[in-house]
């Protein structure tokens, strides 16, 4: 049939199956089966040519909305379309209909949508099983040959089972969840049904495969189909005794024993095995889940895509909470407070760092047991509408997914009491500190700082969004940075080595394995709900940085640790009234931060902390470290205490110092207050504030969150960082000199003073400029002279080097050698700034600043002078010797600076006696 | 552990979720149920050795033991649609959102 007459048929199909109430399709049209026809007309025919194919509503598709049976993605079209999806259209697919399901996969019998429940294509007073109801059903009643599901705790073997259709959860990692709306992002499997096993087989044969737009899929090519046969020759299958406790219902005993029985029959061999865990995954699975749940559907909060609910007058927190609470369902919101609760601060080892280790337990079971290969069989029975088992408040999961393992259900249509069961297989300037006799005398002052650097890197850092500066508004985003439904991070690598070379540059260990952690909190320059960071396992730890303090002398300062992370987006407040904007061309970007031990004692030495911290990054080629645009951000830390006590007092946090020398000011004025206030005998409290430059005094700014709980937790769609030794030894090995390297060797290779070393080492461009006009032959110290006075004038009012090195040195060489004099070089210097092809000889002439040795010239401009100055000539023969400069200024004046002024010495001698 | 209304009511928020008055008590109720049923794990006798997980420790991740790096090349999934067409409110090229005081701060 061609795929045209297969689209009309489907779609006779799915207009029958409206008719019968089964609800099961939440969006389809003829016109959208017709296209696909038409697309599949044009395409070589593939493994599943013209075969229509439902999609579960998590799964997002461009031609349709993709709701997940929400109220909050009502109407919601993906701007991009799912990998596996795209991949079922490339081997011919038509996809025919997005299903219905329980709101965001959450439940087991699809009776939580909020477009009304699904009816059992058999049975309308039993439920079809969920959450992939709509997707079973559809197969089960003949309207389509397969579908996809999603699987999180059983979301597609159960509703398998209890539509007696084939369901098939792969492995986890074998099928790309880009595209998927996440629930539990660990647990979340694409799964497929299909009416035999062979067509599911190639539906999952076709979705599969390594995708780089998830980090979670295995690096394995696609799946092959099996080869049909006829028998379980050479099968062994596992039966977890766990799996059949002495309470399991007689009607699905029964029907296992047959199953069993067929299959010895079909030539497998069943073997009794043990999962001695497996009582502990249903809880294990009710504290993931949910938490994952909880951090995943932070996305949806009104801001960039879906409905909206407002409120008169409300806030950004009314949005959230009108959109949120009316936009989800009761189980959803039920399921997210748990999530939250269990993440919350207090409770994370309580409970979700307990379900972890759990679930590693859990694994390994599974992993014992599949040294010896079997498949494992579970048993299952149906349930009647708004029955549910036995979990604590709603439907138990199947006992598989928490270990990321593969499982099948395929039907063996054994009916019992008319229902089909199902086998399962599966971071003192003077006056600074102590000032004689004040109140800050008495006090210590302890800082830390945190400083966040932006990586200098071409895209983001988890997706391939260009980090371009000043591109018109949200220019630069994509599924990823916008935190569209089902999109995934993907890791910079040069991120993760600019941070590297970061880490080992300030003197950190930099770990073999660290891990990118979600820190969740609403803001709206914060697409996600989240941020992605590093928490207790961040890639670098127990650094230093030395520099001198004018207090203390050389100090060192620890660097707590550096962790990679991602930037928020930009807020704008002044442009448009009432409202505010959001710009998140900048969210994404990659960030490292970089937290200090308290070990500075004065707003001066944190100054010179920050400008040592610069200079090394820069010299490492981390960041350009421009505060002007940005990429080097301070969050500082202060408190007080009594000299001598080992107590930390209460602190302060001043944040977004966008200068060195705010910092200083900031600090300054924050001590002061709290000295003042340790003084007066009051309390001190914790509080996060600002800085008013203007002002110069801070102020209490108002809690980003109710509390800082931000329910770290690790990112399950990130893998671990793991960087081989070798790889980090080589970075190591590439670092180029840093500054305070550089500036011992100026000092021993050149003999320079240690104030000249440490003004040209203060940026890696101005040491190697200084090195390259030495490397041309001038004279270290007056190359010193030279690159210290001229040159850097120039350099920091442009930046650059207009007088490159080797001109310089030419420019010098005149000097030397009498050809200019050194005032008539500074011209000359200023004029090759303005000139860059001309050469310094050739320029001094156009200048006239040659100078002239010439006897005739000098004696002329000589008599000249002493002829218009008797009165001199007279206190100089009276014994003024030291009017000899007067006269030289003199001449030097009248021949315009050409006058070589050894010559003119020379002269006045001659005339003077 | 047993879950009060103000462990309830401090949830929500971190959450963003209004809650109404009305729905509170039997909130607590399921919650307080949920928190019981998975206390069972405090009962597991300890076990030597971590699991097999990624990462071991408290960190088990299935799929790939390492993450896999993308190189710094420009070049990210288009978008069908530009995100003037999918916010609820947009203009002069920002989503646009009530203001709040405290963002202003920063």
Known sequence: MSAAGVAADTGARLIAAEASSLNATLHWSQALLDAEARRVDALPVGPLHAMPIAIKDNIVTTDAPTTCASRILEGYVSPYEATAVTRLRSAGAMIAAKTNMDEFAMGSSTEHSAFGRVQHPLDPSRVPGGSSGGSAALVAAGVVPAALGSETGGSVRQPASFCGVVGVKPSYGRVSRFGLVAFGSSLDCISVFGRTVDDASKVLAAMSGHDPLDRTTLDRPAMTPP????????????????????????????????????????????????????????????????????????????????????????????????????????????????????????????????????????????????????????????????????????????????????????????????RAHALGCRGDRAGDGPRGGGPLMSWETVIGLEVHVQLRTRTKMFCGCRTTFGDPPNTNVCPTCLGLPGALPMPNAEAIRLATRGAIALGCTVHPTSVFARKNYFYPDLPKGYQISQFDRPLATAGRVAFESSERGRIEVGITRLHVEEDAGKLVHDRFPGKTAIDLNRAGTP????????????????RAYLTTLRQILVY???????????????DANISI?????????????VKNLNSFANVERALEAERERQV?????????????????????????????????????????????????????????????????????????????????????????????????????????????????????????????????????????????????SHQAAK?????????????PKGAAERLGLVQVSDQGALVGWVEEVLLAHPA???????????????????????????????????VLQEKLG | MSIGRDEVLHVARLAELAVKDEDL??????????????????????????????????????????????????????????????????????????????????
């Open chain 1, 591 to 606: 960030l490292a931060e970089i937290v200090s031990e308290p070990d500075l004692r004065s707003p001066a030495e944190a």
């Open chain 1, 676 to 820: 003042g206030r340790a003084e007066r005998g009051e309390r001190i409290a914790q509080v996060t504030l600002l800085f008013n430059a203007g002002t110069g005094q801070v102020r209490e700014l108002r809690s980003k969150e109710e509390s800082h709980d931000y329910r770290y937790f690790p990112d399950p769609d990130l893998p671990p960082l793991v960087l081989a030794p070798e790889w980090i030894a080589e970075q190591r090995a590439a670092l180029p000199e840093l500054p305070e390297a550089r500036r011992a060797r100026l000092e021993i290779a050149y003999g320079l003073p240690a104030y000249d070393a440490r003004v040209l080492t203060s940026e890696i461009a101005l040491a190697e400029y200084y090195e390259s006009v030495v490397s041309a032959g001038v004279e270290a110290k007056t190359a010193a002279n030279w690159v210290m006075g001229d040159v850097m004038t120039t350099f920091n009012e442009s930046g650059g080097f207009p007088v490159e090195a080797r001109r310089l040195a030419s420019l010098v060489t005149l000097v030397r050698d009498g050809v200019v």
């Open chain 1, 827 to 839: 011209r000359v210097y200023a004029e090759l700034a303005q000139h860059p092809s001309e050469d």
């Open chain 1, 227 to 418: 080869t049909p046969r006829g028998d379980l020759a050479g099968m062994r299958i596992g039966l977890p005794r766990e799996y059949f406790p002495a309470d399991l219902h007689p009607g699905v005993a029964a029907a296992m024993e047959r199953t069993k029985a067929a299959a010895r029959d079909l030539g497998a061999e069943l073997v009794d095995v043990s999962l001695p865990n497996s009582p502990y995954a249903v809880p294990t699975y009710y504290i993931v889940a949910p938490a994952e749940a909880a951090a995943n559907l932070a996305r949806f909060d009104g801001v960039r895509y879906g409905p909206r609910k407002v409120e008169p007058g409300g806030d950004i927190r009314a949005l959230y909470q009108a959109t949120r609470g009316q936009g989800f369902g009761p189980e959803v919101q039920r399921r997210i407070l748990v999530g939250t609760y269990v993440l919350s601060a207090g409770y994370y080892d309580a409970y979700y760092g307990k379900a972890q280790r759990m679930r590693a337990r859990i694994a390994e079971d599974f992993r014992r047991r599949e040294d010896r290969r079997p498949g494992r069989h579970v048993p299952g029975r149906h349930l009647r509408v708004r029955h549910q088992p036995g979990g604590p408040a709603g439907a138990q999961p199947a006992r598989g997914p928490k270990r990321g393992l593969a499982g099948g259900r395929a039907a063996h249509r054994a009916i019992v009491r008319g």
């Open chain 1, 641 to 653: 205490r009594r000299p001598g006590d080992p107590k930390l007092g209460t602190k302060a946090e």
């Open chain 2, 25 to 106: 008590p039997r909130l607590v109720d399921q919650l307080n149920r949920i928190v019981d049923y998975v206390a069972q794990l405090d009962r597991v006798p300890p076990e030597n050795g971590g699991g097999s997980g990624s990462g071991g420790g408290d960190l088990f991740l299935p799929g790939p033991r390492q993450v896999e790096l993308r190189e710094d090349r420009p070049g990210s999934v288009p978008l069908d649609r530009p995100p003037a067409e999918l916010a609820p409110e947009f203009a002069d090229g920002f989503f646009l959102v009530p203001r709040h005081g405290a963002m202003e701060d920063l």
């Open chain 1, 620 to 634: 490492a080629g981390v960041s350009d470290c421009s505060m002007e645009q940005g990429s080097l951000r301070v």
């Open chain 1, 872 to 906: 001199e000539v007279a206190r100089f023969k009276g014994g003024e010797t030291k009017l000899v400069g007067f006269f030289v200024g003199q001449v030097m004046k009248r021949s315009q600076g050409k006058a070589d002024p050894k010559g003119v010495q020379r």
